[in-house]
């Protein structure tokens, strides 16, 4: 998306775009940024006017970002803990014997391991979310293959790829890959990023072509991108 500026505003800079939209629209990103998406006639003036009026809200929204960053804590893998699976939180209750066993009842994660440490407990749960990943996510890809076939592009395959900083990639030949962490986000997160991924297969760099595309197969796609980035219990990732 191309066609942006930037301005300053009352409550900071904030990248403007223009759109066949009637109002302005005012969008508080989980980093703090501001978005505006302003009618093609608004004036810059109007637009910041518009802006100072709704610092309250402005400050309130990246408080509450910030808040959420800040809850961002490292997992931990103990009786009590809390954990998401499909954007759904449970706890964890963990108890000693074997076989080692992961149960997802009602609220809870069930797990019985040798040791109880919270490096064996992790594993069992990391590997239960793996096996989770791998289902969820080929039965969402299978979806697209009509549309791959249909315009003569490869058809996916996926590969589950523990990645640090990324929640997946698309390569050669078909190639996407998927963090198996993914699974935690909620499903219109998952389809997002596999649509993003999708998208991939017929342009591979973020441009213009490449929005249009994802604006047209998966319409909601901002709604998610933020769900994602805003989302408790998955670390912040990058697409
Ligand atoms: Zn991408």
């Not at 980093?31 to 004036?43: I, V």
């Not at 769900?227 to 408790?232: F, G, P, Y």
Request: proline fraction near 6%; charged fraction near 25%; aromatic fraction near 8%.
């Amino acid at each position: 998306m191309s066609d942006h500026e930037n301005i300053v505003t009352p409550a900071g800079p904030a990248v403007l775009r223009r759109t066949d939209r009637r109002t302005l629209a005012i969008s508080v990103l989980p980093s703090g940024n501001l978005e505006l998406t302003a009618p093609h006639e608004s004036t810059v003036d109007a637009i910041q006017g518009k802006v100072g009026k709704r610092l309250r809200w402005i400050a309130k929204q990246r408080a509450d970002f910030a808040a959420m960053r800040h809850n961002r804590l490292p997992l931990r893998y103990e009786s009590g803990a809390t954990h998401t699976y499909l954007g759904r939180q449970y706890r964890l209750k963990v108890s000693r014997g074997e076989p080692a066993t992961v149960r997802l009842r009602g609220a809870y994660f069930y797990i019985t391991a040798l040791t109880v440490s919270a490096a064996e407990v992790e594993t069992l749960l990391d590997e239960w979310m793996r096996q989770k990943a791998a289902v969820q996510f080929s039965r969402r890809l299978a979806v697209w293959e009509p549309w791959c076939r249909h315009r003569r592009l490869p058809l996916p395959k996926l590969s589950l790829r523990r990645m640090s900083k990324r929640w997946g990639s698309a390569g050669a030949g078909g190639r996407i890959a998927l963090n198996p962490v993914l699974v935690r986000a909620p499903s219109i997160c998952i389809d997002y990023v596999i649509a993003h991924e999708v998208c991939h297969l017929k342009h591979p760099a973020h441009n213009r072509a490449f929005f249009r595309l994802l604006e047209s197969v998966f319409p909601r796609w901002r709604e998610a991108k933020l769900r994602l980035e805003s989302a408790s219990g998955i670390p912040a990732l990058e697409l």
